[in-house]
């Protein structure tokens, strides 16, 4: 064999083996795409059943929002019913409680036209020997019935390519060789019949060539459209991952709405327990005041009847008034201070205030400062000052750390001006009293 045709044999071999090794590549990527062609389609059937079940699940919570909401606002119009009877009733105990008021004012000027008309009879009987006294009874006055108790107002309130096989040559790799000194005749025939075959096997590969190049074209243009699929199933991916993203934040937002409604009618229902507990302790108090009223109407009946016997026995009646009217002043005491703590509770009632915080008096002179004692590690700001209640609001709450009880300083330009005391802590904002102030605070000093 030349040396010639063993280079072309050579270079076709090589041009085969690279041929195959291509194929092999393609029919690999093939696969591998259809794999993940595949596995896409699972996860998209997967997703749009996610998808599915989202919307169901948000179908379901904004209908329990809406049945929430709707029981929420019948709530609110039997409280506000209720708000409307006891303000009525209120004002009726109030009425009362001034009637009583006038009584008192009453019977205690009878009670001083008394003491003066024996004192008089005390006088003429140091200038008589024997005088004569005329009795005169004074009918009672009738008194005005207490009203049942009012309610204290509340507050306003989400395609497999066939592999490439190698041809196979059609002479007889054992052919035998014919040395010169047999003959030039048979040498080169010998040569010529091995070039037709030679040439007869170089067009077998070139015929294959061509068609395995074919093929090559074929899958190329498959693995192009294959990657043009698979860019689209990734487009509509995101597009589902948006989708399912959307989903979850609405739900989430559902769930927020449902969580506040919640919490609003837990409100509702705490404050009603607040009015009951209110109204019962206004009720005690007014049965409290018609027991006391009682009890001296009765004493005044009794001071009457106790009137006509110091004007039978002027002698001995003396130190009796005296001790009945100590214990008519001590009656007065009584209902004075049951009116007063009365009146306090049913005007603290109608205060509206930031429960529950408790804010303390101004201070006054004398303050004494001591920065030590604010707990350090915390930046933040003053937000808003309440000159009146004596209270301040900052931006650091929970999420810096502050607890109730902390002390916090104030400064300005580094300069230490207060100290505070936190007596009730949001998330994101605290409220605080002022301990000790050195000069008036106001919005963007700096709390540490």
Do not use: C
Request: proline fraction near 4%.
């Amino acid at each position: 064999m030349s040396k010639a045709a063993k280079q072309s044999l050579f270079i076709l071999v090589f041009l085969l083996i690279g041929s195959v090794i291509y194929a092999g590549k393609v029919s690999l990527d093939k696969d591998k795409l259809a794999k993940e062609n595949k596995k896409l389609s699972q996860e998209l059937l997967q997703v749009s059943k996610s998808e599915k079940n989202l919307q169901e699940v948000s179908g379901k919570l904004k209908k329990d929002l809406e049945t929430q909401a709707k029981i929420a606002d019948d709530q609110k119009r039997e409280y506000q019913k209720k708000v409307t009877a006891a303000e009525s009733r209120v004002e009726k105990l109030l009425k009362d409680i001034d009637t009583v008021t006038k009584d008192r004012d009453k019977w205690e000027k009878r009670i001083e036209s008394v003491k003066n008309e024996r004192d008089k009879l005390l006088a003429k009987l140091k200038e008589k020997p024997e005088p004569q006294i005329i009795y005169k009874e004074r009918p009672p006055e009738p008194k005005p019935e207490p009203s049942p108790s009012p309610l204290p107002e509340p507050e306003k309130i989400e395609k497999k390519v066939p592999a490439i096989t190698m041809p196979q040559p059609s002479y007889d790799t054992r052919t035998k060789v014919v040395s010169r000194d047999e003959g030039n005749e048979e040498y080169w025939a010998s040569v010529l019949r091995d070039k037709a075959e030679l040439e007869i096997a170089l067009k077998k590969l070139k015929d294959e060539v061509s068609s395995h190049s074919v093929e090559v074209v074929e899958v190329t243009r498959e693995n192009n459209e294959l990657k043009v699929k698979l860019d689209i199933l990734n487009h509509e991916k995101e597009e589902v991952d948006r989708e399912i993203a959307y989903k979850e934040n609405l739900v989430n937002s559902l769930s927020l709405e449902l969580a506040r409604s919640k919490n609003d009618k837990k409100f509702v229902a705490d404050r009603v327990d607040k009015l009951t507990t209110e109204n019962s302790a206004l009720r005690e108090q007014l049965g409290q005041l018609v027991s006391t009223k009682g009890a001296l109407e009765k004493t005044i009946v009794r001071l009457t009847q106790e009137k006509r016997n110091i004007e039978s026995q002027l002698g001995k009646t003396d130190s009796l008034i005296q001790s009945k009217i100590d214990e008519i002043w001590e009656i007065k005491e009584s209902i004075d201070q049951a009116f007063k703590s009365t009146s306090d509770k049913v005007t603290s009632s109608s205060e509206v205030e930031l429960p529950p915080i408790v804010v303390s008096a101004e201070g006054g002179p004398g303050i004494s400062f001591n920065p030590e004692e604010a707990s350090p590690g915390y930046d933040g700001r003053v937000v808003s000052v309440n000159e009146e209640n004596n209270f301040v609001i900052v931006d650091i709450g929970e999420g810096s750390g502050i607890n109730v009880g902390d002390n916090l300083s104030v400064y300005r330009d580094s300069q230490y001006i207060a100290r505070l005391e936190v007596i009730q802590v949001r998330n994101d904002i605290s409220a605080a009293d002022i301990r000790d102030q050195w000069s008036r605070l106001k919005a963007g000093d700096i709390v540490r």
